[in-house]
């Protein structure tokens, strides 16, 4: 399982250290920012604490090529498409208050 303290911001990036990447291996990157329906903090939170994921399965998906949200997707899709209606609902409430 994810380890909270291990989680390190670097900018767009999140990384994850471990005891061979003790400045910590990339788990993903937002290039936007924080604007998409699933933050760095959102991802983090959920490798953490309903994925069931171990580091060693997830960097092994990722390393073979599997985007971040494409594996939050394919092991949660229900929670994946909660948090995006809830985004397109606050952007299409978001555009009628101006």
Do not use: C
């Not at 994925?51 to 092991?75: N, Q, T, W």
């Amino acid at each position: 399982m994810f380890v909270k303290e291990n989680f390190v911001n670097d900018g767009p990036y999140l990384r994850y250290r471990t005891e061979n990447e003790p400045y910590g291996k990339i788990v993903g990157r937002w290039k936007h920012g924080n604007r998409g329906f699933i933050t760095k903090a959102i991802f983090k939170n959920w490798l953490i604490k309903k994925s069931g994921l171990s580091p060693k399965a997830y960097f092994e998906a990722f390393d073979k090529g599997h985007a971040p949200l494409d594996i939050m997707r394919h092991l949660d899709e229900s929670f994946f498409q909660a948090k995006r209606e809830a985004w397109n609902k606050k952007q299409y409430e978001k555009g009628f208050q101006n």
